[in-house]
């Protein structure tokens, strides 16, 4: 049984950092690649950053400079740093987990920025 375990969102002030945890188990962690979405009320699910089974990080482009994504395989867990926090960036976040034409998905953390 596949399962994504998102950690560490909460509420946090304009110009603050949090850092999220995706814990995966039930896959073989190190042949996917990770990412992390977020999706915003009213809004589409967009993607935040992946990042590739060699450690390639990808960002949109809201996020570069700001936030990092890191993989640590022998833990099964990506984590997505967030500095600079801006209101806009309220959203749930999601951890995905995607390997050929597989695909999972996590329970979504809410991160909430205060302005």
């Known amino acids: 049984q596949v399962q994504l375990v998102e950690s560490g969102g909460g509420l946090v002030e304009a110009g603050g950092s949090l850092r999220l945890s995706c814990a995966a188990s039930g896959i073989t962690f190190r042949m996917y690649r990770m990412g992390w979405y977020r999706q915003a009320p009213g809004k589409q699910r967009e993607l935040v950053a992946d990042i590739s089974r060699g450690g390639s990080a990808n960002y949109g482009d809201s996020v570069k400079g700001r936030f990092a994504i890191s993989r640590d395989n022998s833990k099964n867990t990506v984590y997505l740093q967030m500095n600079a926090l801006k209101s806009e960036d309220t959203a749930v976040y999601f951890c995905?987990?995607?390997?050929?034409?597989?695909?999972?998905w996590g329970q979504g953390t809410q991160v909430t920025v205060s302005s």
């Open positions: 995905n987990a995607a390997f050929g034409g597989l695909s999972y």
